[in-house]
Nanobody, 123 residues
Framework: EVQLQASGGGLVQAGGSLRLSCAYS????????IGWFRQAPGKEREGLLM????????DIGDSVKGRFAISSDDAKKKVYLQMNSLKPEDTAVYYC????????????????WGQGTLVTVSS
């Protein structure tokens, strides 16, 4: 029953903004964390930010350098990624993922993944 679906991608000019949405079902943020990831063509997947009810928002990596922010709406069961000051190097497929926190790794195990949404930033 756990499902995630990312949406909101599109074409945007450098310096512009986009807000991506992750609609989820089958769990709450009291149980699972949700993270945003991206993968550019020919490159490895990289983590961006994550969120849970226990610790709020947290950076996974520092590649977006504070330009992005994660938030949630529990009533709508959605998690958002606000992307500002976009650069051409932000062009990638963006994914949301969910999973439980593991004490062994001090991070979530992302068991469930959405389909992804394409963001293209033109120069």
């Amino acid at each position: 029953e756990v499902q995630l679906q990312a949406s909101g991608g599109g074409l945007v000019q450098a310096g512009g903004s986009l807000r991506l949405s992750c609609a989820y079902s089958g769990f709450s943020l009291d149980d699972y964390a949700i993270g945003w990831f991206r993968q550019a063509p020919g490159k490895e997947r990289e983590g961006l930010l994550m969120i849970s009810s226990h610790f709020g928002s947290l950076d996974i990596g520092d590649s977006v350098k504070g330009r992005f922010a994660i938030s949630s709406d529990d009533a709508k069961k959605k998690v958002y990624l606000q992307m500002n000051s976009l650069k051409p190097e932000d062009t990638a497929v963006y994914y949301c993922a969910a999973g439980p926190w593991l004490l062994t790794t001090m991070s979530p195990r992302y068991d469930f993944w959405g389909q992804g949404t394409l963001v293209t930033v033109s120069s």
